[in-house]
């Protein structure tokens, strides 16, 4: 029995060892000028926007049929709950130890997406979940698990930039559904919202925002010069379309943004707050899981997409390849960009240029939150539920992946979330500083996985 044990805790510390690794490899990066921070933003920006979505489409598709449906209903319920409960124990914790205001979401919003995929790579590698799945199955079993981590990080995204800008600037203002609504209207932001005195932050804001300068830009010079480009100042945001493809999308955004405005205006009031609410829903992810959710729920879209030729899969072979070979690029390059951006946090650190602070209780507060309570928390529920109820489903790897799910250090997305949010520099690189020191202490993941993965063995 323990010399079991140690061969499990040595395998899970191999893996975080791995993803520790490839954290440096984007550090490396970074610190040779191979990528620059602003390259880095666009890549996950890319990642987020196009990887994550074609990995979802492939992976929810492929492995969700209407007999195994049943499996992914603990997931979101699950999914939803930690993250509602982290979301509360940040805000209690925060204003109890007034801590900053960024540990809120640092506490609430856990990495559920590259992190996990990467740690279960390498637990493949180490072969320590064959204990779960049998011989012969590990592969399929780990496919089924990256598929559920997929399913719960669908609901993490959606309230993480649903409900992260009004957490972390206090303003709702920098919401989805508000940003997404200004920019089809043209409505200007409200100007006790506008940050006026932060220049730099105005800035970065529009730069990542929904709303970034070149548009604003794009979209005035539209109006006053129509169908007309001017190519002196063509640059990577210029559009490939013909000019007459160019205005007529134009003039089509701003009759429907029109149009829109008035019925969202005219509309009652718990009408405005209903749709307002459906809002948090509108990001790539979500649709991407749709995608592949209405994909592997419908039999023949099924069988087009995912079976081999000879029984009908004619989409399998060049389409579906190529979306999984597009969203196979998000695992690895999410967790480089990871490295990238905590080298700048770094470099500024040493050169003492706004580097931030990061005051040790509350560092202590979140590690204790994410690598201590939270398991305590999950991994007991899951095995008494597994265990001595019927509630969830027969599957180890189920139960091995729930357990994980709440765990972990703190996701990139805060970052991303202070860019949008127009937070000072010093906030930035103060979250920044305290993500470098939450993944150096990754490896700490190990004994959450093992106590995890005895559970699970446990429960069968």
């Known amino acids: 029995m323990a010399s079991g044990i140690l061969v499990s805790f040595l395998g899970a510390v191999q893996a975080a060892l791995s993803v520790l690794l490839t954290i440096l490899f984007g550090v490396v990066a970074a610190q040779f000028g191979l990528v620059t921070t602003d390259a880095a933003k666009q890549i996950s920006a890319l990642c987020v926007n196009l990887l994550l979505p074609c990995l979802l489409i492939v992976n929810l ?7 195994t449906a049943v499996l992914y209903v603990p997931i979101i319920i699950w999914a939803i709950f930690f993250t509602v409960t982290s979301l509360f124990i940040g805000r209690v914790v925060t204003a109890i130890f007034r801590l900053p205001k960024w540990a809120a979401p640092a506490i609430a919003f856990n990495n559920t997406e590259s992190l996990p995929l990467l ?15 049998g011989a012969g199955e590990e592969s399929e079993g780990i496919n089924r698990a990256r598929t559920f981590f997929l399913a719960c990080s669908v609901v993490n995204n959606t309230i993480t930039f649903g409900l992260g800008p009004e957490i972390l600037t206090g303003s709702t203002e920098d919401s989805l559904f508000i940003r997404a609504y200004r920019w089809v209207t043209g409505t200007p932001r409200s100007k006790d919202q506008e940050d006026s005195s932060d220049p730099e932050s105005h800035q970065e804001r529009n730069g990542n925002g929904a709303q970034s300068s070149e548009g604003d830009h794009d979209g005035a010079s539209s109006g006053d010069n129509g169908d007309e480009e001017d190519s002196s100042g063509a640059d990577e945001r210029t559009s490939l379309l013909p000019n007459r493809v160019v205005h007529w999308e134009r003039r089509a955004k701003k009759s429907v943004g029109s149009r829109l405005s008035s019925s969202f205006d005219a509309s ?13 829903f509108l990001n790539p992810p979500f649709i991407g899981a749709a995608i592949g959710a209405i994909i592997g729920l419908t039999p023949p879209l099924h069988r087009i997409f995912f079976n081999d030729m000879s029984e009908g899969g004619y989409f399998n072979a060049w389409l579906t390849s190529s979306i999984k070979n597009v969203g196979e690029l998000f695992v690895s390059l999410q967790v480089v960009v990871v490295g990238v951006k905590l080298s700048l946090s770094l470099r500024l650190w040493r050169k003492g240029e706004e580097s931030g602070t990061v005051p040790l209780g509350t560092v202590l507060c979140v590690i204790f939150i994410r690598f201590i309570l939270w398991p305590a928390i999950s991994i007991p529920l899951i095995w008494s539920l597994a265990a001595h109820t019927n509630i969830l489903p027969n599957d180890p790897i ?13 996701a990139m997305k805060v970052l991303a979330l202070a860019d949008v949010s127009g937070a000072s520099e010093k906030v930035r690189m103060s979250i920044a500083l305290f993500l470098t020191l ?8 190990s004994f959450a996985v093992v106590g995890a993965l005895e559970a699970a063995k446990a429960a069968r």
Do not use: R
């Open 61 to 67: 598709g492929s492995e969700l049929h209407l007999d």
């Open 119 to 133: 740690l279960l790579q390498s637990l493949g590698t180490t072969g320590v979940l064959a204990t779960l799945t």
């Open 268 to 280: 009652p009031k718990p009408v405005q707050v209903f749709l307002s609410s459906l809002g948090v």
């Open 398 to 410: 189920l139960w091995w992946s729930m357990m994980m799910m709440p765990i972990g250090p703190t």
């Open 438 to 445: 939450s993944y150096i202490i990754t490896p700490f993941v």
